[in-house]
């Protein structure tokens, strides 16, 4: 949880709202495992106020990359950043994935969720892990980055509200086949509340174990405001977590979708 | 050159002016920020029974600020006791817990019991919380109110009390001078702006709990001018709060009345803003030959303004 | 798509919702911004007699502001109705002359003469600025000095009265509540925060008149809020003031209760921001598909909170 | 008093403290006279919130040109620019110099107040007025700008704090011998309050005429808030003008300087 101030390697436009950035690391002395997040300051003024999160995309011994979707005043700054400049993160922040002796697994991202699910996988593959992924988006254009996982060695299924393919009953159908086929035994998820009570659901019926990222609004992101709290269930009562202090990633089973 | 950065807040002796502001510090902020060279410590404040806090979102970013709702999410004093004052007592700093209840008894009780504590030094007492007994309005909204629970608070209390203020009022001199009557040993200036934002396009407030208060360095000017005037109030000392993002806010503070500073959105920026600005105070103190933080607190040079008034009341 | 704009002040109907706030406008303003485009015309508070204003420097910027002094300037009121009400009736847009007396009688009967005079559409009673009878301390800081500053003028008036509001009160709905009671047409939420900032390096506020008023987008939040608690105690018409810099702000302030809305300091950082302004209300307007300015007038869907109350009172 | 969005074709260093920018004006139709000034957005955050005013420097047909100090936030900002990017002006703004049949005349700047009355001895060689210009500093770095005077054929003379030959009597001496030899007919003077308090009692002992150029904190610079307001003395009385609308350029004999 220290502040670093990493060069700009890299910051492109990868698809129509998305882009990536790439700083180097070689002055941070932390791990960083997937699934954990930085807390950016997207701007030297005080405008926008507050830092931003974004999960770490992909780990090198070297650099970090962030893959983030273009949405307001942050993130607008955050694209004009040029190499040679400099990335101000609070980080390593939060939980990661617990990845351990899993032989196939399969990931559900919606939108930029990707980003968050993206080191995982890369993870899984470097584990020798068998790695599935499911991305869903508004439009193709959305699932440029999905290259990058097929790259990897991981097999990609994409959906989206263009070829319509991407409704809650089709994926659920993906899902099961390839639950079945591949005889997958954890689910991760992240970026939709719907894809997450679909998760839930099939976690519970097949048994498997699973994992999946939250987002809420934060302020310190070190655990210290309570801004960021989400419901958990555990030991049948239901618990308040702080999503960047105990999470972002919670056991699927725990979490409470509202 | 020895900086003499003591300040004093009843019997209690401060090692240097910085602290950090309730609810915007945790324990966990211990791998961001040497708690050891603190003025002092204020925990999140605690409420006597456990509560969950509001609905999230519970805070938003304004221009220059953000808008917090938490609620006062509490576990309840028996765990603080517990749990929380023996994590904060392994640190050098002064510990100063927050009080925050629901009425006059209530926060008498509660003083009664945080007080007589062997690690609490001192208590911060946040009356801008809404008393429930008179329809959610902050007990420090009221001049008798603030009179009535200072003094139960005081007859009990075995450490020195700070009252902190809210600055949603008329008159911050009334409430500063009723607090220190009742017998405050320090004032905190203030607690947050009571403030809204909705997002125009969903047509919902940004806040879960719809309002909630404002912070940051977008009020310090409305802060500044309630500690000069606070300060010419009462005789106590004043701890600033609102705003302070480096040494130079907290020294405008300071120039204006206030004995010491809190810090607390800044931290959320930037994590060492806490002991940033206490080095930015002594890197100053060093630059004009200070040698006492005394040399510091209230030393505004006030313009005679016309007909020899210190403050001609037409602005716009 | 034709968008209905008017929002009626009284008897006095207005062509759109967007107007200045008074003392950030002049008519040397024409060559930027298009007056005849205005909700209204609001020029620089009046007072009876001439009276020269405060020492420099009378304005200094702030983290999302700006404090002035100005000290309310003035000509008086002959050279007013001489010159400058007759230079602001050249354009289509409605003129409401602003007030500031220094008691009760010279409101009343400034109102008297500038009520009668047929240029004169509506006027706005600048009750923020102290009064001389208690100690300097604002007319609108007191319900009842309130109550009786507008039952006086209402008396007396031929056109609609718009009260304007400080906002530097512990209960806005009180005051709104007594400013209505009185026979105000209309509020104007709000005036300035009172407001200081010390130079650290040479100790002495930067205002010359020591103290003034912060307004800009820094304010914006607190107003917002002041503007939906006002909008909760009254029935007649809001014009929402304080950090309006773009269409959104504006939409924000109507969605939380306001009918109009004036922009003030915009104006110093984008010349053309009232008329930006009144762009944006109409874009929004046909992006959201609404054929009237009431379709957004008190629209904010406020989230059922704790306990079904709208909103509970902790924050931190 | 309008709007412009003007590119930057330049943007440097000159001096230790001082920055030049130049900006290409094609687009502006208004005429810019000597003594006018800009109200400029530093920054597209609103921090620093206020414009910042800067006399016009040098004008010529397709460009304008501002020499600044570094001082603020607001100046600061303004030294990130780099060319290809767009300076918010509001201008030209206020009263310039009056510049009409006089034969000799004399300028008596101090630190950046050169800025201010560059514009008019460029104009003034223009009209083949001559021109002598005494120009005060704190050191010879700063003075670097009288370059351009000379190449210009201003005749320049230069004192500083440095070389001890800048205080008031000094430059006393050196004034009354330029009016003396030079037959000088009009005084020109910005940036300090005892040179202008220097030029005001030589104006009156010799006769002359003159103008002086004020600052004053600006809010609106159009002439509609009254924060700029400075009292000037004229047919016996003490009027309050605005610096911004009536000024900044202010006849000598009237100019009340406390
Ligand atoms: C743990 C975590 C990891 C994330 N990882 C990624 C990622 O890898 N890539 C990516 O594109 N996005 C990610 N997000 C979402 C990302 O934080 C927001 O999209 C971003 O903050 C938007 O900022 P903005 O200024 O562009 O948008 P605005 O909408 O203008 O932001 C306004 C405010 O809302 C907050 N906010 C907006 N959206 C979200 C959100 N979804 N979650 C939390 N706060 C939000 C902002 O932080 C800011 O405080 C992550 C969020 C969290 C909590
Ligand atoms: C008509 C006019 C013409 C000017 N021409 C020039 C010029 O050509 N070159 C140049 O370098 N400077 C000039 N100045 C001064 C220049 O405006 C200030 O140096 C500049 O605004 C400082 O901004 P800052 O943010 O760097 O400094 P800061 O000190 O941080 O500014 C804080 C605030 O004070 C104001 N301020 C500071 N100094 C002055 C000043 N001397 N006069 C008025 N307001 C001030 C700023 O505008 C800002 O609002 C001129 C001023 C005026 C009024
Ligand atoms: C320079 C200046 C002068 C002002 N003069 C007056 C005035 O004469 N009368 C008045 O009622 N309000 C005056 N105000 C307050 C504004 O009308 C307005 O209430 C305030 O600035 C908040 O709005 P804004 O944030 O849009 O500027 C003045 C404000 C400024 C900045
Ligand atoms: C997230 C958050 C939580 C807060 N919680 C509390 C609290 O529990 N008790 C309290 O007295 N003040 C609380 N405050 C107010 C701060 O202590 C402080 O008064 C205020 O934030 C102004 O200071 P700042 O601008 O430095 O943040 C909270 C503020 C924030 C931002
Ligand atoms: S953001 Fe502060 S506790 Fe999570
Ligand atoms: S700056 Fe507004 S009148 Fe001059």
Chains 1, 4 share one sequence.
Request: charged content about 20%; glycine content about 8%; overall charge negative.
């Amino acid at each position: 949880m220290k502040q670093h101030l990493l060069p700009v390697l890299k910051n492109i436009q990868v698809s129509q709202r998305y882009w990536l950035m790439v700083v180097d690391r070689t002055s941070m002395p932390e791990n960083v495992d997937p699934g954990q997040f930085f807390h950016l300051r997207t701007t030297e003024a005080l405008s926008p106020f507050l830092r931003r999160p974004l999960s770490v995309y992909r780990i090198t011994e070297t650099t970090l990359e962030f893959l983030y979707l273009v949405k307001g005043a942050g993130t607008v700054e955050m694209t004009k950043k040029e190499t040679g400049d400099t990335l101000d993160v609070l980080g390593p922040l939060g939980q990661g994935f617990q990845l351990g002796s899993q032989k196939e697994i399969l990931l559900t991202a919606r939108g930029v969720g990707i980003a968050t699910l993206a080191a995982l996988a890369q993870k899984a593959v470097e584990n020798g892990t068998g790695c599935t992924a499911i991305l869903s988006a508004r439009t193709k254009d959305d699932l440029l980055s999905g290259e990058m996982l097929e790259e990897m060695g991981v097999q990609v299924y994409r959906v989206t509200e263009e070829q319509g393919n991407s409704d809650v009953k089709a994926v659920e159908a993906q899902m099961r086949e390839i639950i079945e086929q591949k005889d997958i035994d954890s689910l991760y998820t992240c970026g939709s509340r719907r894809l997450s009570l679909l998760n839930q659901r099939l976690l519970h019926e097949y048994g498997l174990q699973g994992e999946i990222a939250l987002e809420e609004q934060m302020g310190c992101a070190m655990g210290a405001c309570f801004s960021c709290v989400s419901p958990i269930q555990k030991d049948g009562k239901e618990h308040s977590v702080r999503v960047c202090y105990e999470g972002p990633v919670f056991p699927m089973e725990q979490v409470v979708i509202s | 050159m020895t900086l003499d950065l003591n300040v004093q807040i009843g019997t209690l002796t401060l090692p240097n002016p910085v602290m950090p502001a309730s609810g915007a510090f945790g324990p966990e902020m211990t791998e961001a920020v040497d708690f050891n060279r603190l003025g002092a410590l204020v925990p999140k404040s605690i409420t006597n029974l456990p509560q969950p806090g509001n609905a999230t979102p519970r805070v938003c970013e304004t221009h220059g600020g953000m808008i917090n709702s938490i609620g006062i999410q509490s576990k309840g004093l028996e765990k603080y006791l517990e749990e929380t004052i023996p994590e904060y007592a392994a640190y050098d700093a002064p510990l100063i817990p927050s009080i925050s209840a629901e009425d006059i008894d209530e926060f008498t009780e509660m003083t009664k019991t945080l007080s007589s504590h062997p690690d609490v030094d001192a208590l911060e007492l946040n009356i801008s919380c809404p008393n429930l007994k008179a329809d959610g309005l902050a007990f420090g909204m009221d001049k008798d109110v603030t009179y009535e629970l200072l003094s139960r608070a005081k007859e009990v209390s075995r450490v020195p009390l700070i009252a902190k203020l809210t600055p949603n009022v008329t008159s911050i001199q009334e409430i500063a001078a009723a607090a220190e009557k009742g017998g405050a040993d320090a004032l905190t200036v203030a607690n947050t702006f009571l403030a809204m934002a909705i997002d125009v396009e969903t047509r919902e407030p940004l806040i879960g709990n719809n309002m909630g208060g404002l912070s940051g360095p977008a009020v310090k000017p409305i802060i500044v001018r309630m500690i000069y005037q606070a300060a010419q109030a009462v005789s106590i000392p004043i701890i600033g709060c609102g705003g302070v993002m480096n040494g130079r806010d907290a020294l405008e503070m300071m120039l204006a009345g206030a004995s010491a500073v809190q810090v607390g959105t800044a931290s959320f920026i930037n994590p060492t803003a806490l002991t940033d600005t206490l080095d930015d105070i002594e890197a100053y103190m060093i630059r004009h030959e200070l040698t006492s933080i005394q040399d510091i607190i209230g030393g505004v040079k006030m313009k005679p303004s016309e007909g020899g008034v210190l403050w001609h009341g037409r602005s716009g």
